[in-house]
């Protein structure tokens, strides 16, 4: 034996035994016919690893060359090598054998005979035979074939004749049934003399029919035993060499493969055989199943991107795959889709068309539809998912309003979140109905002004809101999948929300976005001008965003083997010349491939053969079927050959692109003239030609190719006519329909799409235009503005040359208005100077051109003119009444404050609250106005600023309020405080100006306003923890309302405050980082650039500046540096961001006790801007105190001396004054200046309680690094006063706390 340890060694012959014994055991203990046909699928699921394992040994020896001789080849020789213990367990005949010991195979040992001698070798069919006979005994549980089978090959015609003779009446005539499959061409006629010819023939036929006869028998035997049709054949035609030289087998090799292919195909080795359950007409169908072949490199590709993806939740996550139309692009990801959702992920999925690309974020929206519905019926989702959590999630994290919001773009959110919309409809409460509602909308939806002030707002909204909803869902444990197909096609709006979603994603521990998008589209459709390119390149711009890119190709012959081979359910042996031919013709186009053998099938040149029991061919035939250039050529060929009416069923579906609702089917049944089921049925037709799908909602086709071949069967007169009529007999469905607004964009899109054919009715125009203003505007409200464009494009197009008579003015007004924006927010300058040239040149009141000017002003503010813009405003208030100065004079500072004083003398916070709402449509416009020019005011005209928080007050109490009056009390709080230095006051219309906000609803403004007054109003009076909280609070709601920019000044804020807080340095570094980040993903370079500045100063009390360079992130080789940034923002006059470069320049010198830079820097900062009652404006302040005291003290200059004690007694006065107000922010400041004050003047008792006080108060309000500060100077004091002891006492606890501060830096100084 080759066996090393013969315990090791289990007979195949006893491994069948005992695997046929625990058939029989299985059957036995449930003795169910069902339960019975399970055990023998069992045994031969069994037998079919074992069977592999023997060809694999067998092939090892015939790859080495081995020279057989007949007796080495039997299933006597056989052994199986397994465990010990399994061995003896099974062995053991007194018990239930058990099935885990059958199936520890190890490998095979072949025994050979001691009377080995080689003849010289044995013929590869005699070695086939004698496989085939161990296979035959190994399926049939040990049995020998019947004795035709083994009967030898090589007898004489006579022989076989004779063998025979009795035979062929019992077997029939059905053997020779399609024999055309067979060589015929053998005549032997011309033969001398007619008899000898009629006995060759004779002969022949009979030595067939025993050939055949020997096959059924032995196939007979298989299937009795429950073996399927590919094992059968596997067998048969090793033991029996067929007569086709192209199917024989070549080698073991082959025979390996096939058997590798039958496993690796479950179906074909358990199913369709014509015994089972299998019905004819599936098994007349090709097979091309889910699954892909030729692409296991680009598999492994697709699921090494998905393990990243949900290892690196830090990251965004994209697979880009490339290539023409049926390489298989989507087949690709559908293969990998069992295997993602096994491992938890959730599988979403969606397409976008060439003919429905107008409905606004319709295509991505789908597939959170899909989701939300899978969460309402709990199916289709993976294993472990906890369902109640993630709708609590989802609510938790969208909040009532913004699930109203995103319920417009995924409808099913209405029936998962009943309560909130219940709330929304039915609540008895009139002040909570109008919350949910205003926060519902966005601020700037204020009748016909909608989204006007903030356009860009609304899309940030939204694009925030998918992001918080894919978090929402999506976590390690079950990451989201999403499939975008099509992409080539995607429009826009969908581009800027996918790009939201991968590059603004917040990727932090309280937000995980676990998401891998997988986009395919058509590679040779995309050039560098395409949309999509634009969109590619920002992608893998993006730091933050890890791109994979997969370019499919033409599959190789050997997978169109496969392909064919599989699809047939037949060897790669018997189907390789036919597959040579479909490669040949299909030049590897996988969909090209399928649809000719489609075709192959049609014309009856492929056909399925039952008594054969398989598919059956003639190769010439096949060569010879003339073929298309391309797929869609091949494809619109299949269409027509079908019946008319399937086609004009076709055609009718392929107007709504891929895919169409059945809803919508119905429709167009109900109002067609015929109402009966004649287009469903013609469509189920068609789905039995597998052209189209469909589940219970839709109609689809199989590959957008075919929607595209049944498109073009239409010229395109009549592809015009198909879109209006489609449109006519929709639109009576419009004003009753409870999903209007899809019906409406579907209803119009097919108008238009006539019309760009040609096709109009001169009496619909006017409705036409009008649906068109409607479909404009739905998209503008879900941020859409380029399909809001091509609306009003449209919309105009069906206007009368004379549009702007009375008849039709308010619509022409209105599409222009609408254009105007949709240009504005799309950067489209040439368009937006032509819309509002229209409404400047034709409009015939001064107030139907005020929406118009202030557009204009907004795109002028956008381009930095905002001296223009300002001109633009006053001249529009100018025109409404309200006058300003064309130069604003102090004195007219101090006429508006005092003005305003009495405005507002004797109003209470509910008084505010309680004034009547402003109705007159001017006066709204007007504060509109001023409550734009406030910010352009701020940055280049400061005086007026109280100039205009006069106006909007004065129309608040004369003539109501509109949220915009709360900008008002605000901007009006900032100049009592700045110019009056009235904090009480200032703090108390900032709460007026939330309360106002407050009570309409209005919570973009609210959020804008609390972040104003947290830096420049609160910190004056709460303590500053609480303040920096609200600001980070500030953020998510301004994210939340789509207001980006104000959000990441939020940030910014909030690092300042956090610093100022005293939180440890290593968090304020990381927030330093990912702020940064965050602030660049949301396109706001300006609080990246403030954000990488801080980060860039704390780096440097950590210590840890060494190897990083934060304005890395940047990426701009202009900035490289600090220094660089300040240079261009004095060069620029930017003096906020200077002024910040100076303050945190003299933060950080101040603590590495460089105090001669501090105060040059505090003198820097001074002299760079304005000085206000900002936030750093305070710290500065004591900073700067702090440093001039240190240096009058060691000044022996009396006249320098002087000058540093003045600055410093000025800090101390200041702080006076704020301590009244904020005993906790800056008690402990006012102790340590007066302090340091004493300490300069010698007087030293009372220095030494104002250290001590300064020291306890910081401690008691959490200042950390200030109670480090104080001790610090304390000991400098004791060491100078000559209390050494004590002094190091107190240095001590200084070091303690920096190193809890984590100012490793400023812990080194100290050591040294």
């Known amino acids: 034996s080759m066996g090393e340890d013969d315990n090791l060694l289990l007979p195949l012959k006893e491994w069948v035994d005992l695997s046929k014994l625990a058939e029989e055991q299985q059957q036995s203990s449930l003795p169910s016919p069902e339960n019975i046909r399970i055990a023998q699928m069992d045994y031969i699921a069994r037998a079919v690893v074992v069977a592999a394992v023997v060809l694999d040994k067998l092939l090892i020896l015939e790859e080495n060359n081995y020279n057989w001789c007949p007796q080495d080849i039997s299933i006597d020789n056989v052994h199986l090598e397994m465990g010990a213990g399994d061995v003896n367990m099974l062995r053991q005949r007194n018990t239930t054998i058990n099935l885990s010991s059958l199936q520890g195979i190890q490998g095979v040992k072949l025994s050979i005979p001691q009377n080995h001698t080689s003849n010289g070798g044995v013929s590869p069919d005699e070695i086939f035979k004698k496989v085939g006979l161990i296979l035959y005994s190994i399926f049939t549980r040990g049995e020998v074939p019947p004795s035709a089978g083994v009967e030898a090959e090589n007898s004489t015609a006579e022989e076989a004749m004779l063998n025979a003779r009795g035979r062929i009446k019992r077997r029939g005539d059905e053997s020779l049934d399609d024999s055309s499959q067979h060589d015929e061409s053998d005549s032997y006629e011309e033969q001398a003399g007619p008899n000898k010819g009629r006995q060759k023939v004779s002969v022949q036929e009979a030595t067939k029919t025993f050939r055949r006869m020997n096959i059924s028998n032995v196939e007979d035997a298989l299937r009795q035993k429950g073996v399927s049709s590919s094992l059968c054949r596997l067998i048969v035609d090793l033991i029996i060499a067929p007569e086709e030289k192209d199917t024989k087998f070549q080698s073991l090799s082959d025979a390996v493969a096939e058997l590798q292919q039958i496993m690796r195909r479950p179906d074909a080795c358990f199913g369709r055989d014509t015994d089972s359950n299998n019905s004819t007409t599936d098994l007349l169908s090709l097979q091309f199943g889910d699954g892909i072949v030729g692409r296991t490199e680009e598999v492994g590709t697709l699921l090494e991107a998905s393990a990243r993806a949900q290892m690196d939740t830090e990251s965004s996550h994209i697979c880009l795959i490339g290539g023409t139309a049926g390489v298989g692009k989507s087949y690709l990801v559908e293969s990998v889709k069992d295997a993602l959702t096994s491992n938890g992920w959730i599988y979403l999925s969606c397409k976008f068309d060439r003919l429905m690309r107008n409905q606004p974020l319709v295509t991505i929206a789908s597939a959170m539809e899909i989701f939300v519905q899978q969460l309402i019926n709990v199916r289709g989702l993976p294993d472990g998912f906890d369902v109640d959590a993630v709708i609590a999630a989802i609510e938790q994290s969208l909040s009532a309003s913004g699930i109203v919001v995103l319920s417009d773009l995924v409808p099913s959110l209405r029936v998962l979140y009943r309560s909130v919309f219940a709330h929304v409809i039915m609540d008895d409460s009139e002040d909570d109905l109008n919350y949910v509602v205003a926060e519902a909308t966005p601020d700037e939806d204020d009748g016909d002004e909608m989204g006007i002030s903030s356009a860009n707002t609304l899309r940030n909204r939204l694009h925030y809101l998918f992001g918080r909803l894919v978090e929402a869902i999506s976590s390690v444990e079950h990451p989201i999948f999403l499939f975008l197909d099509d992409m080539q096609w995607a429009d826009a709006s969908s581009l800027e929300l996918l790009l939201s979603l991968l590059v603004s994603g917040d990727h932090d521990d309280d937000n995980t976005q676990c998401l891998l998008v997988a986009g395919a589209f058509r590679s040779n459709e995309v050039d560098e001008a395409h949309m999509l390119s634009r969109y590619i390149q920002k992608f893998e711009e993006a730091m933050s965003v890890n791109v994979t890119s997969i370019q499919l190709d033409v599959i190789t012959k050997s997978a169109t083997h496969i392909l064919t081979s599989e699809a047939l359910l037949l060897p790669l042996r018997l189907t390789r010349g036919l597959a040579d031919v479909v490669h040949s013709k299909s030049l590897g186009n996988p969909l090209f491939a399928k649809s000719l053998l489609r075709q192959l099938v049609d014309e009856n040149i492929l056909r399925y053969s039952l008594p054969k029991k398989r598919w059956i061919w003639d190769i010439n035939d096949v060569k010879s079927v003339s073929v298309d250039d391309n797929v869609a050529e091949l494809m619109k060929h299949k269409l027509l050959r079908l019946p008319n009416e399937i086609q004009d069923a076709l055609k009718l579906i392929s107007c709504f692109g891929t895919k169409v609702s059945k809803d919508i089917v119905s429709k167009l049944r109900s109002s067609s003239e015929n109402s009966d089921d004649a287009i469903t049925t013609f469509l189920e037709q068609a789905r039995e030609e597998h052209i189209l799908d469909h589940n219970d909602q839709v109609y689809k086709f199989a590959h957008d190719m075919l929607q595209q071949s049944a498109y073009d069967l239409m010229s395109p007169e009549e592809k015009g006519a198909y879109h209006f009529n489609i449109g006519l007999r929709l639109m009576s469905s419009v004003s009753t329909e409870a999903s209007y607004d899809a019906l409406i964009f579907t209803v119009i899109d097919q108008i238009n799409n006539a019309k760009r054919y040609g096709v109009t009715e001169a009496s619909m125009n006017i409705s036409c235009a009008k649906m068109n203003l409607q479909a404009g505007k739905r998209s503008m409200e879900v941020s859409d503005f380029v399909s809001a464009w091509q609306y009003v494009v449209y919309g105009i197009s069906f206007l009368p040359e004379a549009k702007w008579e009375s008849s039709t003015y308010e619509l022409t007004l209105s599409l222009h208005e609408a254009g105007a924006l949709a240009c504005f927010v799309n950067v489209d300058s040439t368009n937006l100077q032509i819309n509002l040239g229209e409404i400047f040149e034709n409009a015939v009141r001064f107030e139907d051109k005020i929406k118009a000017y202030y557009i204009l002003a907004q795109n002028l503010a956008s381009l930095n003119r905002l001296k223009e813009a300002m001109t633009t405003v006053l001249f529009v208030l100018n025109e409404l009444g309200e006058d300003f100065p064309e130069e604003v004079s102090p004195e007219d500072v101090q006429t508006a404050m005092m003005s305003t004083q009495r405005l507002l003398d004797g109003y209470s916070k509910e008084d505010i609250v309680g004034v009547p709402r402003l109705k007159d449509e001017k006066k709204q416009w007007a504060v509109k106005l001023m409550d734009f020019l406030t910010p352009c005011a701020f940055m280049i005209s400061p005086r007026l600023l109280p100039i205009l928080a006069n106006h909007m007050i004065n129309m608040l109490v004369k003539d109501g309020a509109c949220k915009e009056s709360a900008f008002g009390l605000s901007n009006y709080s900032l100049c009592l405080i700045t110019l009056r230095h009235d904090y009480e006051a200032g703090y108390s219309y900032g709460k007026m100006a939330i309360a106002l906000l407050e009570s309409f609803g209005a919570m973009g403004s609210l959020q804008k306003v609390k972040c104003m007054l947290q830096n420049m109003v609160n910190y004056l009076f709460e303590p500053i923890q609480s303040t920096a909280n609200v600001l980070l609070e500030s953020y998510e709601g301004l994210r939340a309302t789509g207001d980006n920019e104000f959000a990441c000044l939020a940030l910014s804020m909030y690092t300042d405050q956090l610093i100022m807080s005293g939180c440890l340095l290593p968090v304020v570094e990381k927030k330093c980082e990912e702020f940064a980040l965050r602030s660049m993903r949301l396109h706001q370079l300006q609080y990246c650039r403030n954000l990488c500045c801080t980060h860039n100063r704390v780096l440097s009390l950590t210590g840890n500046a060494e190897g990083k360079n934060p304005f890395d992130l940047l990426r701009d080789n202009d900035i490289a540096t600090e220094d660089d940034l300040l240079q261009e923002s004095l060069s620029t006059g930017r003096s906020g961001l200077s002024q910040r470069i100076y303050f945190l320049r003299m933060f950080t010198s101040f603590w590495l006790k460089k ?77 340590l200046l007066q302090a340091e004050c004493h300490r300069c003047a010698g007087e030293n008792d009372n220095a030494d309680a104002k250290y001590l006080a300064a020291i306890e108060s910081a401690r008691r309000h959490r200042l950390l690094h200030e109670e480090g500060l104080a001790m610090e100077l304390y000991a400098s004091f004791l060491e100078e006063t000559g209390e050494s002891e004590k002094s190091k006492t107190r240095l001590s606890l200084a070091i303690e706390c920096y190193e809890k501060w984590g100012a490793t830096a400023v812990v080194k100084l100290l050591h040294n």
């Open 1155 to 1231: 105090y001669n830079k501090a105060a040059e820097f505090a003198a820097q900062f001074r002299n760079a801007g304005r000085i206000s009652m900002r936030f750093i404006d305070i710290y500065c302040t004591f900073y700067e105190g702090l440093a001039v005291f240190h240096l009058a003290r060691c000044s022996t200059d009396k006249v320098i001396k002087s000058k540093w004690m003045d600055i410093g007694e000025k800090s101390v006065d200041r702080f006076k004054v704020w301590q009244e107000h904020s005993s906790w922010n800056f008690e402990n400041k006012l102790y």
